[in-house]
């Protein structure tokens, strides 16, 4: 099947490193969210969208781009993100935003997969951030894990 990833990831880059470790898997290209043309992604029959989570959720502009898909019925899809805080239930809340946003046009989400990633925000900048040198070797290799089951 062919697939593509769509990636918003500007924190320190850690969702655009499991972008390109499921793309890798996946042999699809990662593009960024600015450079997308929604009309295009008809040519895909699995598209994963990813982003990091802020207050909850994807990032601000990663659902307000899901908004503007057009209608994909029979078409299949995967969430990623990665977050300061990990957990599988953490990942279902902060994903719901996108899930709902992406099943509202059509899709049907296979399958999702969240893991930490560095996080200086606001005061964790003066105590050195958190999950220091996250995503790392482990988190790619899950990355990859995830994707072969996609396969
Ligand atoms: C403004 C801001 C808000 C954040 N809010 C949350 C949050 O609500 N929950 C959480 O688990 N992580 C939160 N984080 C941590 C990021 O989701 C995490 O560092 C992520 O790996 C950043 O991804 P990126 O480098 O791909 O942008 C926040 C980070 C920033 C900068």
Redesign the pocket.
């Known amino acids: 099947m062919k697939s593509i990833i769509i ?11 499991i972008a390109h470790a499921i793309a890798e898997t996946l042999d699809a290209p990662v593009q960024h969210l600015q450079n997308v043309n929604t009309e295009d992604l008809r040519k895909y029959g699995l598209v994963g969208f990813g ?7 994807h ?1 601000t502009p990663m659902l307000e781009f899901a908004k503007t898909l057009p209608d994909a019925k029979d078409k299949k899809a995967f969430i990623f ?6 957990g599988k239930k ?1 990942m279902l809340r ?1 994903h719901a935003a996108l899930r709902n946003l992406l099943t509202s046009k059509g899709y049907c989400i296979v399958d999702e997969f969240s893991c ?7 005061v964790l900048k003066y105590m050195g951030g958190m ?1 220091k040198g ?2 790392n070797a482990e988190d790619l290799k899950q990355a990859a894990d995830f994707a072969n089951k996609l396969l």
């Open positions: 990636v918003h990831s500007y924190h320190h880059k850690n969702t655009e490193k982003a990091g989570i802020d207050s909850g959720k990032y993100s990665t977050n300061g805080v990990g953490k902060d930490v990633g560095f996080n200086t925000n606001s999950n996250r995503p």
